[in-house]
């Protein structure tokens, strides 16, 4: 069982920075991917980022490469995700999420464990 708590949303204008962070509890933390999803109104859940469980390997979304970063420390039980030259359409609730596996995936089916989510809104 992981249970995962995000922080680190707010309000920021165009071409600013946030930085989220997800604290994991369980056991299980350091063996399983993690990832980062978002959701904005009216649309699906999509996928951000995802990470191994050594933080080996990491993949992101065509639509934030170069602009954000995931990473975690598994000392801390902690995930992270630096978003930076945010953009308007960036706002989402921002979802950290655990799978069960080591290996990194995109699709949010392949998680098990969710989140509640932290608001992120970016002006123009």
């Known amino acids: 069982q992981v249970q995962l708590e995000e922080s680190g949303g707010g309000l920021v204008q165009a071409g600013g920075s946030l930085r989220l962070s997800c604290l994991a509890s369980g056991r299980t933390f350091s063996s399983s991917a993690m990832g980062w999803f978002r959701q904005a109104p009216g649309k699906e859940r999509e996928f951000v980022a995802t990470?191994?469980?050594?933080?080996?390997?990491?993949y992101y979304n065509d639509s934030v490469k170069g602009r954000f970063t995931i990473s975690r420390d598994n000392a801390k039980n902690t995930v992270s995700l630096q978003m930076n030259s945010l953009k308007p359409e960036d706002t989402a609730v921002y979802y950290c999420?655990?799978?069960?596996?080591?290996?990194?995936?995109?699709?949010?089916?392949?998680?098990?464990?969710w989140g509640q989510g932290t608001q992120v809104t970016v002006s123009s």
């Open positions: 990470i191994s469980w050594r933080g080996g390997s990491t």
């Open positions: 999420a655990a799978r069960v596996f080591p290996a990194t995936s995109s699709r949010k089916y392949d998680y098990m464990y």
